[in-house]
């Protein structure tokens, strides 16, 4: 089993809704979460922390519940320009230190 | 700013023979990390290095080995490629304690 898991999509969606995205992880121990954007052919970069209290950037809202191992990310207004793969990712502990966990990622299509 | 740089971007390779990809850094990133990219597997963990001088194995470091050759350079090693191996590779630094990961723009990388 997959340490974080998504749900693959395609999410296709038009301009203009609220969509939202969820992600469930294993290790209860985990302490860093992150929501990563990559679009086609591109490298990944970060969209946005999750904190404990929750977070808010512009149209993005960020969720977290330790207590289900749940993550989840809202995106507001949805704009073409939103079109991408959205991954969920979780610290893991590993020998020497720190590495970032992935989920599969999201794919979102934002349609006129 | 040139972040993480890798090279090649494109490779194609005959199964057997040997490579090695590239990365730096210029950030004064303490963590590299080396990840491939295959679809419907998302990004999986090669080898890591937490800070220089030490390396360790990831999700799935069969076939690969890695070189921390200093603060900024993190190679990794295909010693005789097979075509399990074709996966778009993406080096990635950060500070100590999993913070933000930088990605490189990767490196498309095919074993016929």
């Known amino acids: 089993r997959k340490e974080v898991e998504q749900d693959p999509g395609p999410f296709n969606v038009p301009e203009g809704a609220t969509v939202a995205f969820n992600c469930t992880y294993s290790n209860s121990a985990s302490q860093s979460f992150f929501w990563y954007r990559q679009d086609c052919r591109k490298e990944p970069k970060l969209l946005m922390s999750?904190?404990?209290s929750g977070n808010e950037d512009g149209r993005f809202t960020a969720q977290l519940n330790r207590a289900s191992q749940y993550i989840s990310l809202l995106i507001r207004d949805s704009k073409l320009s939103d079109s991408a793969t959205y991954l969920c990712?979780?610290?893991?502990?590993?020998?020497?230190?720190?590495?970032?966990?992935f989920g599969k990622g999201t794919s979102l299509l934002v349609t006129p | 700013n040139a972040g993480v740089t890798q090279t090649p971007k494109f490779q194609v390779l005959k199964t057997g023979q040997s490579m090695t990809l590239q990365c730096a850094q210029d950030?004064?990133?303490?963590?590299m990390y080396w990840y491939r990219q295959d679809p419907g597997m998302g990004l999986r963990l090669i080898y890591y290095?937490?800070?220089?001088?030490?390396?360790d194995k990831g999700e799935v470091p069969n076939g690969y080995n890695v070189s921390r050759l200093n603060k900024r350079e993190f190679s990794l090693r295909l010693e005789s490629a097979a075509p399990s191996q074709t996966s778009v590779y993406f080096c990635?630094?950060?500070?100590?304690?999993?913070?933000?990961?930088?990605f490189g723009q990767g490196t498309r990388l095919t074993v016929v």
């Open positions: 950030m004064n990133h303490n963590s």
């Open positions: 990635a630094s950060s500070e100590v304690g999993v913070t933000e990961a930088f």
């Open positions: 990712v979780v610290n893991s502990d590993l020998n020497s230190g720190y590495a970032l966990n």
């Open positions: 999750v904190y404990s």
């Open positions: 290095s937490a800070s220089e001088g030490t390396t």
